[in-house]
C-alpha cells in the first residue's frame, strides 16, 4: 500500500463486526456521505473475492450487501466455529473487522 | 387505524435506562412496555449453566422500574428471553425478581410464564417425523446432537405471548422468544400490518441502539400507523436520523434486507426512512412474505469436557522468530510425556498466542509476531478436570524449559504471572444446535403457566 493513499479507514465513520447468532460473524462499513460510501460500493473495495482471500475463507459463503439507505457496506460470513466454543477466542465476534481498515480506496 | 404508541424500555434487561424515559413514554400513551432480557452474544455459558449474564441487582432494578409503570399506567409489559439463555432456570430468575417487586411494592396482577425450554423427547419426535431442518452453515440434526445436550430452548414467536394476554395475562414473563415477537406481538393483536409490525419491532429491540450517537443504554418509542411507523427516542439529547433507523438493520443480522421470523420473512428492500422531526423517523415500505412453513429455531448447547488453563509471556525475540518450530516441538514432548503419564486417555490443548492470531485465530491475515512480546494461552482439555490439571502441570513445566537453537544450555522460556501457573476453568461449553422445528401449532412447544400475584 503506497503511503498516503486513502483506505477504509479515511472514509468509514464507523468500521465493526460482531456475531449475528452464535453461528455468523457479519461486519459493517459504515459512512456519513454518499459520495464517501459510493466510492467504496462503485470501485467494488469491498467484494467477495477479496473478502474470502483476506479471512482464508470460501468465496462461495462470503455474503456482501451493499445498503444505500444506511450508506453501508455489509459483510457476513459463517464462523469457522461457533462463538464461545472451544477453538473460538471472540465470543461477541467484535475484533474480526481490522484487517479491512487498510484496504486502499481509489479515487 | 387509531394510532398504537409502544415502548421499548431498553435493549437488554439489566443494561439499564432512565426512569424518566419510561414515565415520558406513559404520558405519551404507551399501550404496552416490552424489554428483550437474552442473548447468545454472551456464547453458550448462559444457557448452560442457567446464569443471568447481569447481577441479580442489575435485572431487579430495570424490573422495578418496567413493573410499576405497568401496573400504574394498567398496561402491559412483557419480557421475552429471560435470564439472558432462556432456559427454565433463566425463567425462575426472572419470574423470583418480578414476585419479589411484587411482594416490596404491594402490585397485584395477573402473570403469565411462558417456557421455551423442550425436552429431549420433544425435538426427537420432531425430528423423527422429518419436522427438524439445518440452518446454514449446520449440518442435518441427529440423534447424538439431541443427546449431547444440557438445554435446548426453542425461540417462540408473538403467538404465545398472544395467548397469555388472550388469557387475561398484564405482565408476561417468557422464556427464549425472537427479540422482535416481544415488540409485534400485542401490535398484530391490534390488527396493524405484518410488515409494519415486524420493522417496528425490529427497531425496538434493541432499545435506544437506533439512535445516532448512544452514549448508554435507554428507551425507545414507536407509534404504529396504518401503513407506517414513527420511531423516537426518550431522553432530549438523543436522536433518530433516516440513516441511524435504517443502519439498524444491519445490526447482529448476516442479511440487513431479509429478516426471518417464525412466520415470514421482512423484507426491507424497498423501506422508506423519512425525517419527521429533528429526532423522529418514520418507516414505511418494507414487506412481509408469510413462509409456507411455520418454524421454530432452536438453540442448544453441549459439554465438550472440562479446561485447565496455563497462561505466559515470551519476551525472547529469539522464540518469537521461530515460535512456528518452538511451539511444534513443545507439542511434540508433551506428547511423549502426557502419553507416558496417562496412556491413551483423550486430550486436547488448544493453543492461542497473543500478539500474533491470538484475537482472530484462523481469520488472522498477518502470520508474523508484530510486538516486543507474546502472550500464549494453552487450554488443556479432557473429560474430567483432574486428567487436565495432571496434563497442564506437565504443559507448564515443558514449556518454560522448552529449548531453541539459539541458546545452548537450560532455558526459562516463558514467564508464568501466577503460581501454580495452571488455573481450573470448568466445564468447556458449546452451541451445537442451529436448527429449525416445525411444530405442529406456533403455541405447540410452549407451555404456559398463570398466577395471580
Given amino acids: ?107 | 387505524m387509531e394510532a398504537y404508541p409502544l415502548v421499548s424500555a431498553t435493549g437488554m434487561l439489566g443494561s439499564g435506562f432512565r426512569p424518566d424515559s419510561l414515565d415520558k413514554a406513559i404520558e405519551l400513551g404507551a399501550r404496552m412496555i416490552g424489554c428483550d432480557a437474552g442473548s447468545t452474544d454472551p456464547g453458550p455459558g448462559p444457557l448452560a449453566t442457567g446464569q443471568c449474564m447481569f447481577s441479580k441487582a442489575a435485572a431487579k432494578r430495570d424490573t422495578e422500574v418496567m413493573l410499576s409503570r405497568a401496573v400504574a399506567a394498567k398496561i402491559p409489559l412483557v419480557i421475552g428471553s429471560s435470564g439472558t439463555g432462556g432456559g427454565d432456570q433463566g425463567l425462575a430468575f426472572m419470574l423470583d425478581i418480578v414476585r419479589e417487586i411484587a411482594r416490596e411494592q404491594g402490585l397485584h396482577f395477573k402473570l403469565a410464564a411462558i417456557h421455551s425450554e423442550v425436552s429431549k423427547e420433544t425435538v426427537r419426535a420432531h425430528l423423527q417425523a422429518g419436522k427438524a431442518r439445518a440452518l446454514p452453515p449446520s449440518k442435518p440434526l441427529t440423534e447424538a446432537d439431541i443427546e449431547d445436550a444440557l438445554h435446548i430452548v426453542a425461540m417462540m414467536g408473538a403467538e404465545p405471548i398472544q395467548a397469555a394476554v388472550d388469557a387475561g395475562a398484564q405482565i408476561v414473563v417468557t422464556g427464549r422468544s425472537s427479540d422482535t415477537s416481544i415488540f409485534a406481538a400485542l401490535a398484530l393483536m391490534q390488527g396493524y400490518a405484518p410488515a409494519v409490525v415486524w420493522h417496528m419491532a425490529k427497531i425496538l429491540e434493541c432499545g435506544a441502539a437506533a439512535v445516532a450517537h448512544r452514549l448508554a443504554p435507554d428507551s425507545m418509542m414507536a407509534v404504529l400507523h396504518e401503513d407506517s411507523v414513527d420511531v423516537f427516542p426518550l431522553r432530549e439529547d438523543y436522536r433518530c436520523t433516516p440513516q441511524s433507523v435504517a443502519s439498524h438493520t444491519l445490526y447482529e443480522n448476516a442479511d440487513p434486507f431479509d429478516l426471518k421470523e417464525p412466520s415470514g420473512t421482512l423484507d426491507t428492500r424497498e423501506a422508506k426512512y423519512e425525517a419527521i422531526s429533528d429526532r423522529a423517523v418514520r418507516v414505511s415500505g418494507s414487506r412481509f412474505h408469510p413462509d409456507p412453513e411455520y418454524t421454530v429455531k432452536l438453540e442448544g448447547v453441549r459439554q465438550g469436557g472440562y479446561s485447565t488453563m496455563l497462561m505466559g509471556g515470551v519476551r525472547d525475540p529469539f522464540i518469537h522468530a521461530d515460535l512456528d518450530n518452538w511451539l511444534k516441538q513443545l507439542d511434540d514432548n508433551i506428547k511423549i510425556r502426557v502419553g507416558a503419564m496417562v496412556g491413551n486417555r483423550p486430550y486436547e490443548i488448544v493453543t492461542r498466542v497473543y500478539g500474533r492470531n491470538g484475537v482472530m485465530g484462523a481469520l488472522e491475515p498477518e502470520k508474523a509476531v508484530g510486538g516486543h512480546e507474546v502472550f500464549i494461552l494453552w487450554d488443556v482439555i479432557s473429560p474430567s478436570q483432574e486428567l487436565s490439571r495432571v496434563i497442564a502441570s506437565s504443559v507448564s513445566h515443558l514449556a518454560v524449559h522448552n529449548p531453541i537453537p539459539k541458546w545452548h544450555g537450560l532455558i526459562s522460556g516463558v514467564a508464568f504471572p501466577y503460581s501454580p501457573p495452571e488455573l481450573d476453568r470448568g466445564p468447556v461449553y458449546e452451541f451445537h444446535l442451529n436448527h429449525v422445528l416445525v411444530p405442529d401449532s406456533p403455541t405447540s412447544l410452549f407451555c404456559t403457566e398463570f398466577e395471580e400475584v
Avoid at chain 1, 43 to 51: Q, Y
Fill in chain 1, 1 to 107: 500500500m503506497a503511503s498516503g493513499q486513502t483506505t477504509i479507514a479515511d472514509l468509514a465513520v464507523l468500521v465493526r463486526s460482531k456475531n449475528a447468532g452464535p453461528f455468523w460473524l457479519t461486519i459493517d462499513v459504515m459512512f456519513d456521505n454518499e459520495v464517501a460510501y459510493r466510492r467504496v460500493r462503485d470501485n467494488e473495495v469491498i467484494n467477495r473475492a477479496g473478502i474470502a482471500r483476506i479471512y482464508g475463507r470460501d468465496p462461495a459463503d462470503i455474503i456482501v450487501v451493499n445498503h444505500d439507505a444506511a450508506l453501508a457496506i455489509k459483510v457476513s460470513f459463517p464462523r469457522p466455529q461457533s462463538s464461545g466454543s472451544k477453538y473460538d477466542s471472540d465470543v461477541y465476534g467484535g475484533q474480526q473487522y481490522a484487517p479491512l481498515l487498510s484496504l486502499p480506496v481509489p479515487d
